[in-house]
């Protein structure tokens, strides 16, 4: 091991770092310990591999990026002042110095730098990624270094531009080469020789300068680019093809490697400022319209929903009519729909002819109160992968998504909510952000490599979180609410001060502004407080159930709030929803009245109802509806014969037959007071219903069938479970563990030991050999004189590993030894020790 005076000289040497260093790198990259390496050298490998380094890119802030693409383009290996000018420029730009060393830390953090300030080194993998090609241009704009650009040019023709540019001649290309380098490094002398080239070709240089640094020229060039060729300042490449040097290029760009460096995050604007009051009380609005536009949705999936499409998922037709049965746009029944899916209301039933249908959970949680309805729903929606609003659009082998199914689960989307949701908790109480703000920042937080798209993932993953926020009832009027807040474990605290708070669009506010920061993810315990914390909030805003409406003369009922369930159901049944809003409205007809009787009511249960829980008295005109329906409900009786009818008046009968729409029903009459059908009783029903008839089912006995809802529900299902985004965070539990075994195994991988006679030149990495005698022989000496021995041992499943142990015991074919690996006594077989070693006296 390096002592701390001596350089690492690879990046194992500089990952044997103290415990705490060691735990933030694994916690930044959960992805190295997947599973634990063996010791450190495997940990190095591992965080040099492509995927990881990928990944630990697309995780960088973009200062911390672009300091890792000036390191890509800076000599290897540089120093600190080198990535100083390449970062600050020559002016030295204050902001860019003052958050370099912070930038630098989080690449040594991560293990995508290491060394020391003298001697840093980006990893050989990200080197690669971010590096300027031919292929893969910098996203610094810069070309290759003229090192680079003139390989494969003859030594006489780098001697000409030696020359040309005014330098002594050398006798090989490499010193040309060097030479070119320090003259177009030397500020002082790179100004006289552009200074000696004519504006025009100086205005090419500057169309080349931030890139891309290729350029097109014919076989003859002008005066003014063959002088620029002649000096070295343009270098061809390829047949047509010059490039820009890299040096020539930082010259001209006084020192920096990119256009515009942002080394602070883009500040969160407020477009406006409301009293928290009042965004409270929005909220709490949109929280109950959710809940009922919930319950309006499964209710009326309750027979069963749509049909499940063979690839799974619903139809576009079906989603259409979800949304007429809304009143809301397809991307807003698609988002219902997704949402009580996520939350475990709404499964397939794996019928034969499987369908969509409510789970027992529904059942459940309809008697729950309303806050914590919603504080599951909000749950639900936070921590989801599924994303509605990738519904309509195409997967990557063009076929269509649609709503619930597959295809849909996007592992970013519960961290790109947190994210959107923690930004706006850092705003003053009432404040909401202009969205494009939001977006600027989780842009800069998570930039794209390579071509910027507006329209990216993140970028969409937060509109739609913007939106379905506001849907949802956890923000009111653009701005979080209180209860918002505590759903992501802010502590509440009163509405910002005068000072802070904003006056108007516009408004820039810093995004920490003075109020406690959300934890980065809730446990799952933790988020069942939050969620608790953010019902008991809402509770009080939410209008209390009523248990009466107002009946009016033109046949309709006002319920001026939300019913109590009981009576809510009981409307439902008599009566249609004719419109919804702060008040619902409903509507008494000769249909919704038999509805009612057919469910077992009778005339004088409906009347009693009425007066029981209706503030006015009962309209004239609805208590004759509801009693010439139930005169003439019943009088004809259905049954099964394939069905028939029955009537005690035989002119009722008569006048069916006569009925030109009785024909499809195919009737003949058997007696005075029968007829049968050949048509099922469903139907013969409903064919007599349109005639204007009010026909009842009947038994096989001649009793009465009395017609209830039949809620259908699928088996208990459980909620889908979120696609992680790779491995989770570790915990300190498993961090501990980890950095304990890895540091037991790199002790076993790097300590001396003594040679033996299979292996004279022991070597680190390799497992020992021995016979089995040898073996034997040395453990038992080990016992007696209580020495450590390095042995290699190979478990069950084959897996190799090396170890340093301290025998105890020897006997029956096992040994019994304080493992210093896994810090504790084990007992091993014999037979799977590979061999022993005597660890070194020093």
């Known amino acids: 091991m390096s002592s701390p005076a001596t350089p690492p000289r690879s990046l194992a040497e500089a990952l044997r770092r103290d415990d705490v260093s060691l735990a933030a790198l694994l916690r930044a990259r959960p992805d190295l310990i997947t599973p634990v390496p063996t010791d450190l050298t495997q940990l190095a490998t591992r965080a040099g591999t492509r995927a990881s380094v990928v990944r630990a890119l697309e995780r960088l802030d973009r200062f911390a990026l672009q300091t890792a693409e000036a390191l890509a383009v800076a000599p290897d290996p540089a120093t600190y002042d080198e990535l100083l000018g390449l970062m600050a420029g020559d002016d030295r730009d204050p902001a860019v110095t003052a958050a370099l060393p912070s930038a630098l830390a989080t690449l040594r953090v991560q293990a995508l730098v290491w060394g020391g300030d003298d001697r840093l080194r980006l990893v050989r993998t990200a080197r690669e990624l971010l590096a300027p090609s031919p292929q893969h241009p910098s996203p610094t704009g810069l070309g290759p270094t003229v090192q680079e650009a003139t390989a494969g040019m003859s030594p006489g023709r780098i001697q000409e531009i030696v020359a040309t540019a005014g330098l002594p001649s050398t006798h090989d290309a490499v010193s040309a080469v060097a030479s070119l380098t320090a003259l177009f490094t030397d500020r002082a002398r790179m100004a006289a020789l552009l200074a000696d080239v004519p504006e025009e070709a100086r205005e090419v240089l500057s169309r080349l300068v931030w890139g891309p640094p290729y350029g097109q020229v014919t076989h003859d060039p002008a005066p003014h680019l063959r002088r620029l060729l002649d000096r070295g300042l343009l270098v061809p490449t390829a047949p047509g093809t010059v490039v820009l040097p890299r040096e020539v290029a930082l010259h001209l760009r006084a020192g920096r490697a990119h256009v515009e460096p942002e080394p602070l995050p883009p500040s969160v604007e407020s477009a406006v400022a409301h009293r928290p009051q009042m965004v409270d009380a929005t909220a709490a609005g949109q929280a109950y319209t959710a809940l009922a536009t919930m319950e309006e949705l499964l209710k009326d999936w309750d027979e069963g929903g749509p049909a499940v499409l063979r690839a799974g998922g619903l139809s576009v037709r079906d989603l259409k009519r979800t949304a007429v049965a809304l009143d809301v746009s397809e991307p807003i029944a698609a988002f219902w729909v997704e949402l009580a899916y996520a939350a475990g209301l709404l499964a397939s039933d794996g019928e034969a002819d499987e369908r969509y249908a409510a789970t027992p959970a529904y059942d459940e949680w309809l008697e729950q109160p309303a806050a914590q309805r919603w504080a599951r729903l909000a749950e639900a929606w936070l921590t989801a992968t599924r994303t509605s609003g990738l519904v309509g659009g195409r997967d990557a082998k063009d076929r269509a998504l649609s709503a619930l199914g597959p295809g849909l689960d996007r592992s970013a989307a519960p961290e790109v909510r947190h994210r959107v949701l923690t930004l706006l908790s850092a705003l003053p109480e009432g404040a909401a952000p202009a969205a494009e703000s939001v977006l ?48 992501l474990g802010v502590p509440a605290s009163g509405a910002g001060s005068p000072e802070t708070e904003p006056t108007g669009p516009g408004d820039k506010l810093p995004v920490h502004h003075h109020r406690p920061a959300p934890p980065d993810f809730l446990s799952p315990a933790e988020q069942a407080v939050a969620s608790a914390a953010a019902a008991r909030l809402l509770a009080p805003l939410l209008p209390e159930p009523l248990d009466h409406v107002l009946l009016q003369a033109d046949l309709t009922a006002v319920a001026p709030g939300p019913l109590r369930r009981p009576l809510a159901d009981m409307l439902g049944v008599l009566a249609d929803v004719e419109s919804k809003g ?75 037959l006569a009925d030109k729409r009785a024909a499809a029903l195919r009737l003949r009459r058997l007696a005075p007071t029968v007829l049968a059908a050949q048509a099922d009783p469903a139907t013969l029903l409903d064919g007599l219903r349109t005639m204007g008839f009010a026909p009842a089912a009947e038994s096989a006995e001649g009793d009465v069938l009395i017609t209830r809802a039949h809620a259908h529900r699928t088996p208990p299902r459980t909620a889908p479970e979120p696609v992680p985004d790779g491995p989770p965070v570790p915990d300190a539990t498993l961090l501990a563990a980890a950095i304990r075994a890895i540091r037991a195994g790199d002790l076993a991988s790097t300590t001396p030991r003594k040679p033996t006679s299979a292996d004279p030149m022991p070597a680190r990495g390799g497992l020992p050999r021995t016979s089995s005698a040898e073996t034997l022989a040395t453990m038992q000496a080990a016992v007696l004189t209580g020495d450590s021995l390095w042995v290699g041992y190979v478990n069950a499943e084959g897996t190799a590993s090396q170890r340093v142990i301290a025998p105890v015991r020897v006997e029956g074919g096992f040994v019994t030894a304080y493992d210093h690996t896994a810090d504790e006594v084990r007992t091993y077989p014999l037979h799977r020790i590979t061999g022993v070693a005597e660890l070194a006296d020093d």
């Open 440 to 487: 600027a920042r989780l842009r800069w937080e998570r930039p794209l490599r390579g071509p910027q798209q507006e329209d990216d993932l993140r970028s969409r993953l937060a509109r739609w979180t913007l939106s379905e926020a506001e849907l949802l009832g956890v923000t009111g009027r653009g701005a979080l609410s209180a209860h918002g807040r505590a759903l």
């Open 582 to 656: 702060g008040a619902t409205v409903y509507r008494f007809t000769p249909a919704s009245v038999r509805r009612a009787l057919d469910a077992g009511r009778s005339a004088s249960d409906l009347h009693a109802f009425l007066s029981a829980h209706s503030r006015t008295p009962v309209p004239q005109p609805l208590a004759y509806l509801i009693d010439d329906v139930a005169r003439r409900h019943g009088h004809l009786r259905v049954g099964a014969a394939s069905a028939y009818v029955r009537c005690d008046d035989d002119a009722v009968l008569n006048e069916i």
